[in-house]
């Protein structure tokens, strides 16, 4: 199970803090990605992060704003959203794989549910 949380409205170049809380598997055997989807758009990948932590991703849109982190010790993994615009208001969404490939091209066999970011002043 994937627990996704620390969504919620924030102005213009303000920051927050996702987690996702993961319980019930070998955490730390699986890759893990954060995507989104915005109102009236298709989902898309936002970062992901190797089962030991050593391989991250960013899409081209958050580079330079988002981190991704993780923390097996706490079976957690963290988004910090940095310098929000109003295209980041979305549906965030956490899930999990083994497989790096798949969480690179949006097909993750696990996701847990999301949390609302809403950018706006």
């Known amino acids: 199970q994937l627990q996704a949380c620390g969504g919620g409205l924030v102005q213009p170049g303000g920051s927050l803090r996702l987690s996702c809380a993961a319980s019930?598997?070998?955490?730390?055997?699986?890759?893990i990605g954060w995507f989104r989807r915005a109102p009236g758009k298709e989902r898309e990948g936002v970062s992901c992060v190797s089962s030991g932590g050593g391989s991250t991703y960013y899409a081209d849109s958050v580079q330079g704003r988002f981190t991704i982190s993780r923390d097996n010790a706490k079976n957690t993994v963290y988004l910090q959203l940095n310098s929000l615009k109003a295209e980041d208001t979305a549906v965030y969404y956490c899930?999990?794989?083994?497989?790096?490939?798949?969480?690179?091209?949006?097909?993750?066999?696990?996701w847990g549910q999301g949390t609302l970011v809403t950018v706006s002043s």
């Open positions: 019930g598997f070998s955490f730390d055997y699986y890759d």
């Open positions: 899930a999990a794989d083994r497989s790096w490939s798949r969480l690179l091209n949006g097909t993750p066999r696990h």
